[in-house]
């Protein structure tokens, strides 16, 4: 612990009238030195208004380690961190240090709180968001651990989930003969594992976490909600947002974690606002966050399987047979990553093979050579990137014409580039190595060094799980004035045809990549889903 002064976007100030408000909510009650208000583990935790004496914020007792106190909190403060907005459990303590008095806000009192008060909203999420950035890379860190080799797709997985849904977690990178498994009396069949609260999970999955962290979906008996989106791109990012700011009980699905492709993107430099450019990753980050401002519950990973209308409602089944209940749905479930097809391609997936270009990604190739395989914007954001993280980079290209699927300020900085060699009219023919990738073979410039080959040749529409859903030979679904013809029938005795974004089943809407039409683009998915959400209001107000 330090006895450094606490920084107040941690544990602002309240003003008379702030604290009046906050405590206006609750229940209060008197503590004993020792006394927990919430230990680590908890589900269903509060966040605790100090009315009187001090509560320290305690990392646990760990296998190898002892427990350590974070900091220490007292009057006219508030304990809790940022999985009070999205479910995780508790995954620190919070105790009395002497006799004192506390109040307790339950997560449905808080968010009504943040609901009808903006200032307190805004003072507590910014306070509940610097406490997660702040427990980074502190002992806090070590209540979460994967342990795995670095060429392990499955324990990349498990970073990306954990970094995708924003877990404070630590990470241990292991190679081929290193000794930390003897050392820890572990074998290779337990990898990849988890340490959640010092407590080994081999062959951990991101489910798996996901479920023992409070991160998967629970129903309550006939719950109903009014907005299920099923996917957490932007699109569904936006709807969602959209949806709960105003007033719909809004739950998010998403099979991975929120961001689809966009996350995947190392720099967006045409999206409205950013005119220095933003990464995809930080883009979602700030979106998931606003969405749990809003009340959105955020569930991942989560996938959805099946759809249909039972009586008024509509039923998601999910992959694990649970069902959500809802009165609408949106599908903005994207679309899944193209694959070449060319010999040793799975081989290769789990060592040296990326459908992204995060800081993730780009630290398993270190500066060496790369391989880009495409020619649409995400291709030359991910080229430029690993170029400016030292890579010699190969930008293969199928067609003659960078500029055809590519925006012209990337194909200059592109062609500026001295770390970039671009190979048009050519295609990668052959890959080559032991455990993991070491050349690429293009076909009109041969064998090349190569770490990692990065694959942006687009992706197909995720709707195998919405067959009942009018779709065009492609699989994009059909919305609005699209729908065809034969599909129109079960609308008649709703005396009304489907509105924007609505598609073949009432009050199933769809936008972004999933959609017929789309355009493929970051903002236009954004201003699909805010737009599709429109329509969700007419149809569930007809």
């Not at 427990?135 to 990306?160: E, H, I, Q, W």
């Not at 220095?276 to 606003?290: K, P, R």
């Not at 040296?352 to 291709?379: C, F």
């Not at 729908?483 to 598609?503: C, D, M």
């Amino acid at each position: 612990m330090t006895d450094a002064p606490i920084d107040p976007a941690i544990s602002p100030t309240l003003t008379d009238a702030q604290w009046a408000r906050l405590t206006a909510v609750g229940t209060s009650h008197d503590v004993a030195e020792g006394d927990y208000v919430f230990r680590s583990g908890e589900r269903d935790y509060d966040l605790i208004v100090i009315e009187e004496g001090e509560i320290e914020i305690v990392r646990d007792a760990l296998r190898w380690v002892d427990e350590v106190v974070i900091t220490r909190m007292g009057p006219r403060t508030f304990a809790g961190e940022l999985g009070l907005l999205n479910g995780q459990g508790a995954f620190l303590s919070a105790r009395a240090t002497g006799p004192g008095r506390v109040r307790r806000i339950s997560r449905a009192e808080l968010r009504q709180l943040m609901n009808e008060d903006d200032e307190l909203s805004d003072l507590i999420l910014h306070a509940l968001w610097a406490r997660r950035e702040s427990l980074r890379n502190g002992p806090a860190a070590m209540t979460l651990k994967f342990v795995g080799y670095s060429s392990s797709s499955d324990f990349l997985a498990l970073r990306r989930f954990a970094e995708r849904v924003d877990l404070v977690h630590a990470a241990v990178a292991l190679t081929p003969g290193d000794e930390y498994l003897m050392g820890h009396d572990l074998s290779e069949a337990d990898l990849p594992l988890a340490f959640i609260q010092g407590e080994p999970v081999p062959q951990a999955t991101p489910g798996i976490v996901a479920e023992r962290l409070g991160l998967s979906y629970q129903s309550t008996a006939d719950e109903v909600v009014d907005l299920v989106v099923v996917g957490g791109g932007p699109a569904g990012l936006a709807a969602a947002i959209y949806g709960a700011s105003e007033g719909l009980d809004t739950v998010l699905l998403d099979a991975v974690a929120p961001g689809g492709q966009a996350a995947a993107t190392s720099r967006i430099e045409n999206f409205l606002g950013f005119p220095f450019g933003v990464s995809g990753g930080d883009l979602i980050g700030q979106a998931t966050l606003q969405a749990l401002k809003f009340g959105v519950r955020v569930y991942a990973p989560c996938e959805a399987v099946d759809l249909g209308a039972v009586d008024d409602a509509l039923d998601v089944t999910l992959a694990d047979g649970r069902v959500v209940r809802t009165r609408s749905v949106v599908v903005t479930s994207g679309a899944a990553y193209r694959r070449l097809s060319i010999d040793r391609w799975s081989d290769f997936e789990r060592a040296g093979i990326y459908y992204a270009a995060t800081p993730l990604e780009v630290r398993q190739v270190t500066g060496a050579p790369a391989v880009v395989v495409g020619g649409a914007n995400s291709a030359g954001q991910a080229a430029l990137y690993l170029a400016a993280h030292g890579s010699p980079v190969h930008l293969v290209v199928r067609g003659t014409d960078l500029g055809a699927r590519m925006s012209s300020y990337l194909v200059d900085r592109l062609v500026e580039e001295p770390r970039i060699h671009i190979h048009r009219e050519s295609h990668v023919v052959a890959l080559d190595g032991d455990t993991s990738l070491q050349s690429v073979t293009i076909d009109t410039a041969g064998r090349l060094d190569a770490r990692g080959l990065f694959c942006f040749i687009g992706a197909d529409p995720a709707t195998s799980w919405v067959p009942g859903l009018d779709r065009d030979h492609d699989g994009f679904i059909r919305t609005g004035t699209d729908v065809a013809v034969q599909s129109l029938q079960r609308w008649q005795h709703l005396g009304r045809e489907p509105l924007p974004f609505e598609t073949s089943t009432p009050r199933v809407f769809a936008a972004g990549d999933v959609r017929r039409g789309s355009m493929k683009r970051v903002a236009a998915a954004v201003g699909e889903g805010s737009s599709a959400v429109a329509s969700v209001h007419r149809a569930l107000a007809g």
